[in-house]
């Protein structure tokens, strides 16, 4: 065997091991082959793409028009014109959020928490997104200010079972009687049935379902009990993609933009934003 003909094997089975190295990645090989980042994708295209999972208030799908709003929706709006670029909705579900991005299905992944799992699979701008807050909703005439206030033996909660806010509310308050169910809509019809003087879980969810319900009292006991959320994008060696969106995200939150963003699509769900907690930690009340 000659020497060139060795020298293009090894040619071939690198490129072929490089190849599936991207891959791997979720990155498609034409564009690291020829050093464009996301940004510079982004830009070519002349689209920014946008995962979309239906879940109010973040993404919601009107049945009847088939379009899309939400805060997740607003907030790709005001990416895509800082960029310059047109705003593409790709419909994806929790679950394969991270998979679409290593596929290079979309760009970004709005409303997604930064937890070390995903880390290992996803980059994410250091600036947080926005703050949820644990929150309860209360039956009328229950006075409740701190957690300890539901640490009643003649108290019923109900939680979502196996989730953060179980295993909170179980340490918080174990004098109360629990009551535990597998989803958050069978969580909030066991407090609209009287069977729980009152409900917790993250409040943004718990807005929107508590309007359906209409009744009770939104409250975060204090301390308040906090997480983060963040936006995940594809992980790759250029970092000015990542870089850009921090500070955009930065920009937005600081502004109160994002706040902004989530109020107005409550009120186009009939709810009033007064009556419900923000999504930025500093207008919550104090501990």
Do not use: C
């Amino acid at each position: 065997m000659t020497t060139h003909r060795i020298l293009s094997l090894l040619l071939a089975v690198f490129l072929l091991a490089a190849a599936g190295l991207l891959a791997a990645a979720g990155l498609p090989a034409s564009s690291l082959a020829q050093g464009k980042s996301t940004l510079d994708t982004i830009k070519e295209r002349g689209s920014l793409r946008i995962g979309a999972a239906q879940a109010e208030p973040w993404f919601f799908k009107d049945p009847a028009t088939q379009q899309w709003s939400g805060f997740g929706i607003a907030l790709g709006k005001g990416l895509a014109d800082s960029l310059g670029v047109k705003l593409d909705i790709v419909e994806v579900t929790w679950g394969n959020a991270i998979a679409a991005l290593q596929g290079n299905r979309i760009d970004l992944m709005a409303v997604l928490d930064a937890t070390p799992e995903r880390q290992q699979a996803a980059d994410f701008p250091k600036n947080p997104l926005l703050y949820y807050a644990l929150a309860v909703l209360v039956r009328d005439g229950l006075d409740v200010k701190n957690w300890d206030d539901l640490n009643r033996k003649d108290l019923t909660v109900a939680v979502t079972q196996g989730t953060t806010i179980d295993a909170h509310v179980t340490k918080v308050a174990p004098n109360a009687t629990i009551l535990r169910f597998p989803s958050n809509a069978e969580t909030m019809a066991a407090f609209q049935s009287g069977r729980a003087d009152a409900a917790s879980m993250f409040h943004p969810p718990m807005v929107i379902l508590s309007q359906k319900i209409g009744k009770g009292r939104i409250v975060l006991p204090a301390p308040v009990y906090s997480a983060a959320s963040s936006i995940a994008i594809r992980q790759e060696p250029d970092g000015r993609f990542r870089e850009w969106l921090d500070v955009a995200v930065g920009r937005y939150y600081t502004s109160n933009q994002t706040q902004v963003w989530y109020e107005e699509f409550l009120r186009s769900r009939g709810i009033d934003p007064g009556k419900v907690p923000a999504i930025r930690r500093e207008l919550w009340p104090k501990s």
